[in-house]
């Protein structure tokens, strides 16, 4: 389970440090960073893939993700008795993105390449990754740290070089694996990669969740909700498919979902509801019952991962449905640590009836996103190995 979560220099999040629950509620005004601290969350998510370096080209590259504003905020900018001005750097610019889960932590710096005659010269570099034991780093907790092309792992009470030679463009995770001396960087390696993001289902009518589709078990559904009937199926088969079924009458009071298996294999959606004579197929439910059914597929799986990320889920439901899908939430969070970022408040108010809820609510002042009535004294510790 993740602690705390730390961002520095990414877009509106110039520095930002926030404790987390099992079942976390992102909340806030519009502009206010919802979706910044999703993307860094992903951008960590990439490290472990091998794509951090791409994530951030697609986003338009490094230098465009940095925090826009001054590096300093004097008190007469603050007050107003001075326009808000750049002032000369004292620090190079970095984009720092870290967590703590249970017992290990883990922070990357990206930076700007020195000046080459390379095609490639604007790729970011990862300048420093480091791992620690214990809720925040500390010089004598660190376990690995590797600067520009070389990593150290402690061994003991010395400091043992791994490797002389890591490209400034692959993160240690997707180079080193190596169970004996940093078994540290394959623990965290495999949580990384476990976490689940969904962001947007696919309904429109050329959606491929409207089509019957070859089916295999599938404890884990697609991102794109591709595979549901058979994600569905296998919910019935090996997960909790009373949790099922309850989920599908608590949202449609009396209706029933089946799964249909043709003759050559491929997997279809049955959705019987009261009033009608016959069943409704995938490609005839509406826009917000295809959604509900993809996220109970999605919330559901016998497979839970270590942390759940939903980018606004209340997207095209009819607000009735967003209690039932809080339920199904809170529910998920019972065995996987839950995200939730959503500004439909029907949804929150009813995230917020669990003792567990974690509700983070943003705000931006000065152009700074800030978490709302998080004083410096509730702010978990953070310290950025990267000093720059
Ligand atoms: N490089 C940047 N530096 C500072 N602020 C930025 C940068 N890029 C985007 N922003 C700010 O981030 C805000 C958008 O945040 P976003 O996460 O999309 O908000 P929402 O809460 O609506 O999802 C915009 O108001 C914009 O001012
Ligand atoms: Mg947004």
């Known amino acids: 389970m993740l602690k705390t979560l730390s961002i520095a220099n990414y877009r509106s999040l110039l520095n ?58 004097s008190r007469s900018m603050q007050m107003g008795d001075v326009p808000i001005q750049g002032t000369v750097r004292q620090k190079r610019v970095r984009l720092k993105l870290g967590f703590t889960a249970e017992h290990l932590g883990y922070a990357i710096s990206l930076g700007l ?9 604007l790729d970011p570099e990862i300048k420093r990754e480091t791992i620690w034991a214990g809720d925040f780093y500390r010089p004598a907790s660190a376990l690995v740290d590797r600067e520009a092309a070389v990593v150290k792992v402690r061994d ?12 400034t463009f692959d993160s240690l995770f997707s180079q080193i694996a190596d169970p004996k001396h940093s078994p540290e ?3 965290l390696r495999e949580t990384i990669r476990n976490w689940r993001f969904y962001d947007h289902f696919r309904t429109d009518a050329d959606a491929p969740a409207r089509q019957p589709q070859l089916g295999t078990r599938t404890p884990v559904m697609h991102h794109d909700g591709r595979d549901i009937a058979a994600a569905i199926q296998t919910i019935r088969e090996i997960g909790d498919h009373h949790a099922l079924d309850e989920a599908v009458s608590d949202a449609f009071p009396g209706a029933s979902l089946r799964v249909i298996s043709h003759e050559d294999g491929r ?26 059914i993809l996220w109970i597929a999605a919330l559901l799986t016998p497979r839970p991962p270590p942390l759940m990320v939903l980018n606004e889920p209340e997207t095209s439901l009819h607000p009735d449905l967003l209690p039932a899908l809080a339920r199904l939430i809170i529910r998920a969070s019972e065995n996987t640590q839950v995200w939730v970022v959503s500004h439909a408040s029907r949804l929150i108010s009813a ?38």
């Open 113 to 121: 390449p020195k000046p080459s005659p390379s095609a490639f010269s």
């Open 185 to 187: 960087i394959l623990d």
């Open 351 to 388: 995230l917020n009836e669990s003792p567990e809820c974690h509700a983070i609510e943003l705000e931006k002042e000065f152009g700074q996103t800030r978490v709302k009535g998080l004083g410096m004294l509730d702010e978990p510790a953070w310290h950025w190995p990267d000093k720059q």
């Open 16 to 73: 930002l440090t926030i404790p987390l629950g099992r079942l976390n509620v992102i909340t806030g005004a519009n502009g206010s960073g919802k979706s910044n601290l999703y993307r860094a969350l992903r951008l960590l998510a990439e490290t472990a893939q091998g794509g951090v370096i791409n994530a951030l080209a697609r986003e338009g590259g490094l230098n465009s993700t940095f925090w826009a504003g001054p590096e300093t905020l």
């Open 156 to 167: 003991k009470r010395q400091w043992q070089v791994i490797s002389q030679h890591l490209s």
């Open 267 to 292: 997997f279809s959606l049955e959705f019987s509801q009261h009033g009608l004579l016959r069943p409704l197929s995938g490609a005839e439910l509406s826009d917000g019952t295809l959604r509900y």
